[in-house]
């Protein structure tokens, strides 16, 4: 799970005692300071009636999404990538109807041979 925080140092060390104290949790780190991927995945079902699906499908094709579901008026799409690239996608869908939307929110995994940072709980 990938949480975001805003604050000092004082705030992220408070945010991660509270953390440790869940049971389940296994490690907590902050990757801020170190080079990380960073994605945000989303599902949305859009009204899509077949007079518009090469609309629909021409912008999932321009933000590399996929059609993962179709229905008789709507289609299921899948994007991932940025905020900034999923929040442009459903601006610009909008406009179709979007009849339910799902997202991860940030997730982030740090680049390179995957080794833990020293000082990592």
Do not use: C, H
């Not at 945000?40 to 321009?62: F, Y």
């Not at 390179?112 to 020293?118: D, H, P």
Request: proline share 3%; hydrophobic share 45%; glycine share 8%.
């Amino acid at each position: 799970m990938t949480f975001v925080v805003v604050g000092d140092d004082n705030v992220l060390e408070q945010v991660r005692k509270q953390l440790e104290k869940i049971v389940t949790v296994v490690r907590v780190e902050d990757v801020s300071a170190r080079d990380y991927v960073e994605r945000d995945l989303m599902l949305v079902k859009v009204a899509a009636p077949p007079g518009r699906r090469s609309e629909i499908r021409e912008l999932v094709e321009i933000f590399r999404g996929r059609i993962v579901d179709v229905a008789p008026e709507m289609l299921m799409i899948e994007i991932s990538g940025q905020e900034r690239k999923i929040e442009a996608f459903i601006e610009m869908i909008r406009p179709f109807g979007i009849i339910e939307l799902a997202r991860t929110g940030r997730i982030a995994m740090v680049r390179g041979n995957g080794k833990q940072a020293s000082g990592a709980r």
